[in-house]
């Protein structure tokens, strides 16, 4: 059977939690559309998460990656279409860094596409009955320097990996002294993480 890799982080900003690692959690060893999951909590440091995604997929060698993160203030999963090639942060990561203006792979391009179907995956999640989007912007944050990482690597090294990344929005207890900010059950992101994964393809038999 083939492995998706799929990864969330770890707590951030002083939160109690954070739904993308707990919603891939409740996904790890699941089977998926012909695919078996390997769930891994990445840490929210820029730099550390995506040499992390590295060694994963260096050491599993899976068929395809989808990576996921908290998008505040999302009321959908979205799926991302682009992986950018700089750090540029509002706010320092958990390792007290603060990038700004600095190329995460220096002279490496300027930005990847998702090498995943990213609007099969939107479609899936929907027909789930779970709002989702495209996205064109990942970000500057940790999120992106996952994702483009992630993409960097497989491209650099001529591997067929597929990789994608998902936004999903704040577990309600995130947000629940903040009236009217969008928020979706744990439950309800781990659905629709399972829900986009299907859409992923397996590879054609030669």
Request: aromatic share 4%; glycine share 10%; proline share 7%.
């Given at each position: 059977?083939?492995?998706?890799?799929?990864?969330?982080?770890?707590?951030?900003?002083?939160?109690?939690?954070?739904?993308?690692?707990?919603?891939?959690?409740?996904?790890?060893?699941?089977?998926?559309?012909?695919?078996?999951?390997?769930?891994?909590?990445?840490?929210?440091e820029f730099a550390a998460a995506g040499e992390m995604?590295?060694?994963?997929?260096?050491?599993?060698?899976?068929?395809?990656?989808?990576?996921?993160?908290?998008?505040?203030?999302?009321?959908?999963?979205?799926?991302?279409?682009?992986?950018?090639?700089?750090?540029?942060?509002?706010?320092?990561?958990?390792?007290?860094?603060?990038?700004?203006?600095?190329?995460?792979?220096?002279?490496a391009p300027a930005a990847y596409w998702a090498s995943?179907?990213?609007?099969?995956?939107?479609?899936?999640?929907?027909?789930?009955?779970?709002?989702?989007?495209?996205?064109?912007?990942?970000?500057?944050?940790?999120?992106?320097?996952?994702?483009?990482?992630?993409?960097?690597?497989?491209?650099?090294?001529?591997?067929?990996?597929?990789?994608?990344?998902?936004?999903?929005?704040?577990?309600?207890?995130?947000?629940?002294?903040?009236?009217?900010?969008a928020s979706m059950e744990v439950e309800t992101i781990?659905?629709?993480?399972?829900?986009?994964?299907?859409?992923?393809?397996?590879?054609?038999?030669?």
């Open positions: 059977m083939h492995e998706m890799l799929l990864t969330g982080f770890d707590t951030f900003a002083g939160a109690e939690l954070n739904p993308s690692g707990l919603a891939a959690a409740q996904l790890d060893g699941q089977e998926i559309a012909g695919f078996r999951v390997r769930a891994h909590e990445l840490p929210t995604v590295v060694e994963l997929i260096d050491g599993l060698q899976p068929t395809a990656v989808i990576c996921c993160g908290q998008a505040g203030g999302a009321s959908e999963l979205r799926c991302e279409r682009l992986a950018v090639n700089l750090r540029d942060a509002r706010r320092p990561d958990n390792a007290g860094k603060q990038p700004q203006d600095e190329e995460i792979v220096p002279g995943v179907p990213v609007r099969d995956l939107v479609s899936r999640v929907r027909e789930a009955g779970i709002p989702a989007r495209i996205s064109y912007s990942a970000g500057t944050y940790v999120c992106n320097d996952v994702f483009y990482m992630a993409r960097h690597h497989v491209q650099d090294n001529g591997l067929s990996t597929r990789v994608g990344f998902i936004h999903v929005p704040c577990a309600p207890e995130q947000v629940a002294d903040r009236p009217g900010v781990a659905r629709g993480l399972r829900a986009a994964m299907s859409a992923v393809p397996l590879p054609r038999c030669r």
